[in-house]
């Protein structure tokens, strides 16, 4: 049985207008069954043991920070914040890339998703993915947020258009990019065109950049972060943090509602997520450690991306990195079971900023101030340990403001002004919890348990950590708890848990030396106040400059 392709006369009159003519079949809106069929007989994706659909990405595994751009264009070039991060392209050449794109797909089948970004109706954006893949458009249809009204649905207007293409390559000679693919965003066209990479993130992230760009403007914070909720709707926790802080883990809680794993909009009515689905990542993942996950990498919808597969058995193997690191699963929240397919809840009570520190230097759990708050959310620190394994001794830092400076196109201060406002005006409670190490810097010390980990969260969202004693940190000044249940109190105190207490001190200023940096680069323009809310390099670390403990 074939595949029906739907097309109305204003469906052809749409893409007529976008530019796209002469094509060949087009699949409207096809339910994810169809997709499946498609990719398959397309030769595009092959059928796992229990359901989900593999796909490889070809040359590109990753986003590709340096091949995204911004048009130079009159609606947004004040309000854009220009630099390393966001990269001009001349408009002029945006429109030669896009009538060259265009004649590409002339003569190709195309799949068109029509779906919203945005579980607020109040701020719901409406957008259209066209792709020459049958697994791209199944990507979107699990990530975004789908119309169930066929009749709304035969009426959606799209307020943003992607244009995707992964087979056309761009001539940076010709188009002004930096390689042979792109993701290239004109707000003032309201039109996205990507090409030269079949890594589906692209899409998802440059649908997140468009939320970013409108919604603050609105007086809406966009956040990159998960979201859930315990007893009720307005028990709301979310949780900052950049790829391999935890962010997804410690947010699929079998004991809380899951809003979001990714990205949220926090409005005068409460929390919302962006998406209709998750895009986990899921090399080495486990039944025991996050089984929530797990079960959704064994279930029809799902889409895995590089993750290896025996062809013979279709079984797939989550421990194989041989493809990339970045394996992942993209599947619609209503495979997590306890989650909320409203998309919605109340206002932020609890705010965890999670940083992998393979320095070693920072507390398990420390708690904030509203300047602090808004001096950690601008720096936005993790580390990562560069190459393999084998043979590193020192980490890398990484900064990356707002917990996401590729997909902010305003300023940072805009999105940290928004936080702090919103922090003060429902007293939300901000903590700083450190999933990396412990008794040393990454090859000395011991990464923190996840069982620890998940016991300071426990602790901060039910409120135990609020009467206990803390002390102050001298270098980064958080207010430290001495104790916390189901934590040992020896590694409440970074520099206690290290053997040798002034290496301890040389890597914490070090560290905060680094902070100072990237604040003076990428948030120069932050208020007094939250600049000396920053850690202090010169201060003392020995145990009798960190005070007594108070509550």
Request: charged share 20%; glycine share 8%; net charge neutral.
């Amino acid at each position: 049985m074939k595949t029906v392709a739907t097309k109305t006369q204003s469906q052809e009159e749409n893409l007529k207008y976008l530019g796209l003519d002469n094509l060949g079949q087009v699949y409207w809106n096809l339910p994810t069954a169809a997709l499946y069929e498609e990719a398959i007989r397309r030769y595009e994706a092959a059928l796992s043991h229990l359901g989900p659909l593999v796909v490889r990405t070809g040359q590109y595994t990753g986003r590709l920070p340096e091949d995204k751009f911004f048009v130079r264009e009159p609606s947004s070039e004040s309000k854009i914040c220009w630099g390393k991060v966001n990269r001009p392209l001349d408009a002029g050449k945006f429109d030669t890339l896009k009538h060259r794109l265009c004649a590409y797909l002339q003569g190709k089948d195309i799949f068109v998703e029509d779906c919203y970004a945005g579980a607020d109706k109040n701020y719901r954006l409406p957008i259209r993915i066209v792709s020459e893949r049958a697994t791209a458009a199944l990507f979107a249809r699990t990530m975004f947020i789908r119309e169930l009204d066929l009749h709304k649905l035969a009426r959606h207007v799209p307020e943003f258009t992607v244009l995707h293409a992964p087979n056309f390559h761009a001539d940076s000679a010709i188009d002004g990019t930096h390689s042979e693919a792109f993701v290239v965003v004109h707000f003032g066209k309201k039109l996205i065109l990507i090409g030269g990479t079949g890594y589906a993130g692209e899409i998802k992230k440059s649908i997140f950049t468009v939320m970013n760009y409108l919604l603050p403007q609105k007086g809406v914070l966009a956040m990159h972060c998960s979201a859930n909720y315990g007893s009720d709707e307005n028990d709301v926790a979310i949780f900052f943090g950049l790829s391999g802080t935890g962010k997804t883990t410690l947010s699929a809680d079998p004991n809380r509602t899951l809003i979001g794993d990714d990205e949220h909009g926090w409005s005068d009515s409460g929390a919302f997520n962006f998406e209709g689905g998750c895009y986990a990542k899921v090399i080495k993942l486990s039944r025991e450690g996050e089984p929530e996950i797990y079960e959704t990498t064994r279930r029809f919808g799902t889409l895995l991306e590089n993750v290896t597969m025996d062809m013979r058995t279709r079984h797939v193997d989550l421990d194989d990195g041989s493809l990339t690191e970045n394996t992942r699963a993209a599947y619609p929240i209503t495979h997590i079971p306890n989650m909320t397919r409203s998309g919605t809840a109340g206002h932020p009570q609890h705010i965890v900023m999670l940083t992998c520190d393979a320095f070693g230097v920072l507390p398990p759990v420390s708690r904030l101030t509203s300047a602090q708050a808004m001096y950690h959310f601008l720096a936005g620190y993790t580390a990562k340990v560069a190459g393999t394994e084998a043979g590193i001794k020192e980490p890398q830092a990484t900064f990356s403001s707002c917990f996401g400076a590729p997909f902010m196109a305003l300023p940072p201060t805009v999105y940290a002004k928004l936080l702090g406002e919103k922090i003060a005006r429902h007293n939300v409670d901000v903590w700083l919890i450190n999933t990396g190490w412990s008794g040393g810097a990454y090859g000395q010390g011991q990464r923190i348990k996840l069982g620890f980990t998940r016991a300071m969260v426990k602790a901060v969202l039910s409120g135990a950590l609020k009467g206990v004693a803390t002390q102050p940190d001298p270098i980064f000044g958080f207010a430290v708890p001495l104790t916390c249940p189901g934590v040992p109190d020896e590694i409440m105190n970074p520099r206690n848990a290290w053997k040798d207490k002034a290496a301890y001190d040389r890597k914490a200023r070090e560290l905060a030396v680094m902070f100072e940096k990237h604040f003076m680069e990428n948030a120069s323009d932050a208020s007094a106040e939250v600049k000396q809310a920053g850690p202090k390099p010169q201060n003392q670390t020995n145990a009798s400059a960190a005070g007594k403990g108070h509550a």
